[in-house]
């Protein structure tokens, strides 16, 4: 690890101030600390984000719930209103990690995490998101774990979050505060960039800007679940995950919300897929035709060409859960 | 004080135990690890934990290419950071390779050489972990890469006999393609397991010091500290008794700390030259890059069998890997030897020369991957046949070695079989794949049989009996997590007549008597033998005292009783009594087969969506005779089990094939199973005593478990969902082109 300054933020004010001149702000630690030990992350300053007074969950006026940056997961998973109105939400982050980890990683942190690729983490191979313009050696190499969506010629990379995946299906917004002093709310739709020429700039996030909230409207109607497959029953990245939600209304299905994980350089919707559901009858043939619009682009590398119809196979099988419908 | 010495050859049965006419009644019972309360209140001192005012902190520089030459290192930025000491690098004397267990020689030496990505080069020392850290990042190695040797399916053509080691490589009787050619029935199906990682819990690290007349103490996280201690030894060019090895509780090894490992000379060389204790711990990474793996295997079975389902012909050819000049080949077929009949017997080891990591002993080296082929060849003959896999098991019961015609020591496999199928329901598995569905779920059963060769190590324990009468057991035999200091505290207890917490075992120093060390399942019954042998011989010293013959006397509560009078032992030992007990292999092990044997009996659920598959049953049942603590011994069992599991679904160390490395060099990576992969697991053990094995009449246990159990969670899978898989680990990816469309 190399050597680095540390400063303590007492406000969310003093924190930006602290960030913005090559600060990394650190809560939980879960993933940062990792990465600064081999180096893969350099920060010359950490600021010590975890005392600040961010870790309510509060209702907000539009119906929906305005989540500290600081909630540990664990906290957010068990919160009686997440699971009452966003069991897909519960669900995901209970899907993610181990208990140890979710007692500390945060809700902004998760948002924040890196990908898991390989060679992203051997600092003597080479990765366009680590070293940029070095080259990536995850798209010839054992690409198992990384994406079929959104990859580039620059990286092939997953984003590694459950939490992320449901955030993305309920419209989750990110509430910030940048070093001027300004608010903003950016949907997370709006929230992550496509890796394209510039893997190594994840988020649209700016120097010393601090997530401070994760806003949720108002819970969707209907049936929600999150369904996550992996190579071992706990402890384990998403080989492809679904969050949905899907409502019926008069034999139709009326209105549905659906994100992917391990599939995408980011936590993956496509509007698309929605497409192919609202106003159609519930069945096969709408499963498939969703299906049909996600993997439309879908690519594999390999070693991941199984990814593409493992998602189509788990996303008709949450569709025919929610909906109950027999195949 | 007094000592004797008690020395036993194995040369031909030992048909009384002393542990029959015993009295105390510690021995079988379940009793708790008496080093439980120290490991978990924190007292109990791993080989990186020991403290020491002026330790510095050194960390290992990896190779950054996979095959070549080192040019030179650039140290200047690394020696220009904070609290960094110096950048160590003996080019001849660090070590290249780590050593196989048992050897008494240095391991490879020579760094100027790369022979695998991530190989250590030098070791930088600094007044912190992460300062060393930080600044062997900062170390620039100067090299010349080569083009190495990384693709082995490319290379099977090339491969190579290696010499004997455990097994010879080659052996053929009768003639195979005559017998498949007359076979009612033939399998011929070839599988194939990845290289595996032991993955222990503990890290190798160890701790090197020296004292002002040229001594090594090395604190050392080590299975076998006697010949350890001789390899490291050679390895500085010293003489053995001026290296000490201190290995008293070890995190875990399956056979990753058999040798000394890069570490160690590594701490030693940079103590010796800085004149401080070094402490040199791996990292995760270092540990699965450099230390040492299971070779991956391609293994041929051919079986063919008679209209009764009865085997004439057994063939398993097997291509294993390892790095250039490295002798250690993974004995694939060493319970292809035994198992079951045929009068056509063939087992070949071919080695393919890898730039690869080097290959040496993990858990059950040869059964535990060698099993799957054999056991999955058998359930797939059973299925040609037509009949039960338990019955084709139990038709191929053979009446004695069917190569060496020597008796079996004792074999109760098919009683194995019988009441495993009887307790786990067999008869409820269908025959025909794919026809049992919970929902989205197949659910389907498998069986195999487990067997473990038994072996014997030379060992050696003294006890003392002190004034105060208490006995203390010492030896240089290790605790890796096995219960050994339970066991050797029962035995020892039980011979004396005294209970447990009369009795001290101090383990892992060199300054006690050679032990066997821990590795290949030999160690209850290798080093309980030889605290056996020494408390025999106090027996023989307390009867003295009392005027009695050793076979009049009874030893119970600390009191001697003979000729209807009973008096203290601290009343009889004087000023003390101390006693050295030494087994030795023999002929024993040559007149006899000696193996330990189990029934492994799985239920397993695939998602007919996903093909993601949950072990959802389990049941062992073992025969390895005298069982010495049946917790511990149940521990062991289940542990090797959740290693078979792991290797069957999970585990797989994956060679990146542009240069060698690892790439899945962690934990949350490389997939051992967590608690939620493994359901409970249920140990039957069935009464059996050894007569050939040793005079406590027990068999080696510890790899017993994970030897068949992949076998038996992939005959499952085949039964519940029908589709049929012969490459480790058995992933989602590889179910999903068979199972139905959704």
């Known amino acids: ?327 | 004080m007094s000592e004797d010495t008690n020395t036993l050859t194995m040369d031909k049965p030992v048909e009384q135990s002393l542990l029959d006419t015993s009295v105390q009644e510690l021995i079988g019972k379940p009793l708790d690890r008496i080093d439980g309360p120290a490991k978990v209140a924190g007292r109990a001192t791993y080989a990186a934990e020991y403290g020491f005012d002026n330790l510095a902190y050194g960390f290992l520089v990896r190779a950054p290419f996979g095959f070549g030459d080192v040019d030179g290192l650039d140290t200047e930025a690394a020696l220009a950071l904070p609290d960094v000491i110096d950048v160590v690098s003996d080019v001849e004397t660090f070590l290249r390779n780590s050593q196989q267990g048992g050897e008494t020689k240095a391991p490879t030496q020579g760094v100027s050489r790369v022979d695998y990505f991530g190989q250590p080069l030098a070791l930088v020392v600094a007044e912190s972990y992460e300062a060393a850290r930080d600044a062997a990042a900062a170390v620039r190695v100067r090299h010349s890469a080569g083009v190495g040797e990384w693709d082995f399916d490319g290379r099977l053509d090339e491969a190579t006999t290696p010499p004997p080691s455990q097994i010879k490589p080659k052996t053929e009787q009768g003639d195979v393609e005559q017998g498949l050619t007359d076979a009612a029935f033939t399998i011929d199906a070839t599988y194939a397991t990845p290289s595996q990682n032991s993955a222990a819990m503990e890290l190798h690290g160890s701790i090197a010091t020296w004292d002002a007349e040229g001594k090594l103490t090395l604190y050392g996280a080590l299975q076998m500290p006697a010949s350890d201690r001789l390899q490291l030894a050679d390895a500085l060019g010293l003489k053995a008794d001026q290296v000490r090895i201190v290995a008293k509780y070890v995190g875990g090894g399956f056979g990753s700390k058999l040798g000394i490992a890069p570490e160690s000379v590594a701490a030693a060389v940079a103590s010796k030259k800085l004149g401080r204790p070094v402490k040199v711990v791996m990292t995760r990474h270092q540990v699965f890059e450099a230390t040492v793996r299971r070779s991956n295997t391609r293994q041929r079975v051919r079986l063919g069998a008679d209209a009764n389902g009865r085997l004439t012909t057994v063939s398993h050819e097997n291509h294993v890997s390892n790095l250039p000049d490295e002798d250690y080949f993974e004995p694939v077929g060493v319970s292809t030897h035994f198992l079951y009949p045929g009068e056509n017997r063939r087992v070949t080891h071919e080695q393919v020369v890898m730039n690869w990591t080097l290959a040496g002993s993990m858990r059950a080296p040869g059964e535990a991957v060698g099993m799957f082929a054999i056991e999955g060849a058998m359930d797939e003959l059973a299925e040609q046949i037509g009949i039960d896999p338990v019955e084709l098991r139990l038709r191929n019961e053979p009446e004695q070695d069917p190569e060496k015609k020597v008796p079996y020591s004792s074999r109760h496999l098919s009683q194995c079989l019988r009441e495993g199928a009887e307790r786990f329901g067999w008869s409820e598995r269908s025959a025909t794949p794919a026809t049992r569905r919970e929902g989205e779920w197949f659910v389907g059963m498998g069986v195999a049989t487990a067997t473990r060769t038994n072996m014997l190590q030379k060992s050696s324990a003294r006890i003392t009996l002190t004034p105060s009468g208490t006995a203390l057991v010492e030896t240089d035999m290790t605790d890796i997590g096995t219960g050994t200091y339970t066991i050797l505290a029962q035995i020892a207890g039980e011979l004396l007549g005294l209970p447990l917490d009369k009795v001290e075992v101090r383990l892992g120093d060199t300054d006690a008597p050679p032990g066997a060390g821990s590795g290949g399942s030999w160690g209850a019954g290798s080093s309980g033998t030889s605290v056996y042998l020494a408390a025999e011989q106090l027996r023989t010293q307390l009867a003295k005292a009392m005027d009695c013959d050793a076979e009049e006397l009874t030893l119970k509560d600390g009191q001697a009783i003979a000729r209807n009078h009973s008096r203290p032992l601290s009343e009889l030992v004087g000023t003390g009594m101390s006693a050295v007990g030494t087994v030795r292999p023999g002929k024993a092990e040559k007149q006899s087969n000696q193996a330990s044997y189990g029934a492994h009996f799985c239920e397993v659920r695939v998602n007919a969506t996903t093909g993601e598959v949950r072990v959802s049953r389990w049941l062992s049942t073992v025969a390895a005779g005298r069982i010495l603590n049946e917790k511990t011994a149940r521990s062991q069992v289940i542990g090797g089990v959740t290693f078979g599991i792991g290797a069957a679904l999970t585990e797989e160390l994956v060679h990146d094939p542009r240069d060698g490395r690892i790439v899945n060099n962690d934990l949350a990576e490389y997939h051992v199973p967590v608690n939620a992969d493994i359901p409970p697991l249920e140990v039957v053990f069935l009464p059996e005593r050894d007569h050939w094995a040793n005079p406590l009449h027990a068999k080696g246990l510890g790899e017993l478990g994970i030897s068949g159990a992949g076998a038996a969670v992939a005959a499952a899978i085949y039964n519940a969902c029908g589709v049929r898989v012969r490459d480790f680990p058995i992933t989602l990816d590889k179910l999903l082109p068979g199972l139905p469309p959704v």
């Open chain 1, 1 to 327: 690890m190399k050597s680095f300054a540390f400063a303590q933020a007492d406000t969310p004010e003093t924190a930006v101030a602290e960030g913005v001149a090559a600060g990394r702000f650190i809560a939980g630690g879960t993933n940062l600390i990792d990465l600064m030990k081999l180096q893969v992350e350099t920060p010359a300053k950490l600021v010590d984000i975890s005392r600040l007074d961010l870790s309510d969950i509060e209702e907000s006026e539009d119906g929906g719930l305005l989540i500290g940056a600081l909630v540990p997961n664990s906290d957010l998973a068990a919160d009686p209103r997440v699971r009452e109105r966003y069991p897909v939400l519960s669900r995901a982050l209970l899907a993610g990690a181990s208990g140890q980890l979710r007692n500390k990683a945060t809700t902004g942190g998760n948002l924040l995490q890196r990908t898991r690729c390989y060679y992203f983490y051997d600092v003597d191979a080479r990765c366009n998101k680590r070293v940029p313009g070095s080259g990536c050696d995850g798209r010839e190499g054992f690409n198992r774990i990384l994406a079929v969506l959104g990859t580039s010629e620059a990286c092939i990379a997953t984003h590694p979050s459950d939490m992320a995946v449901a955030m993305r299906a309920l419209d989750a917004v990110v509430v910030t505060l940048g070093h001027d002093g300004d608010r903003r709310r950016i949907p997370l739709s709006d929230f992550y960039r496509l890796p394209g020429d510039t893997p190594h700039l994840e988020t649209v996030l700016r120097p010393g800007e601090l997530i401070t909230h994760v806003a949720l409207p108002a819970p969707p109607a209907g049936r929600s679940t999150y369904r996550k497959v992996r190579d071992r029953a706990s402890y384990a990245f998403a080989l492809v995950s679904v969050a949905a939600t899907v409502a019926i209304e008069d034999g139709r299905i009326s209105a549905a919300q659906l994100a992917f994980g391990g599939l995408g350089s980011q936590p993956w919707r496509d509007p698309a897929v929605e497409a192919a559901l609202v106003g159609h009858a519930p069945g096969d043939a709408a499963f498939n035709a969703a299906a049909d619009a996600l993997l439309a682009e879908a690519k594999g590398f390999g070693h991941n060409d199984f990814k593409i119809p493992l998602a189509r196979r788990t996303l008709i099988a949450v569709l025919r859960e929610l909906t109950e419908t027999e195949a």
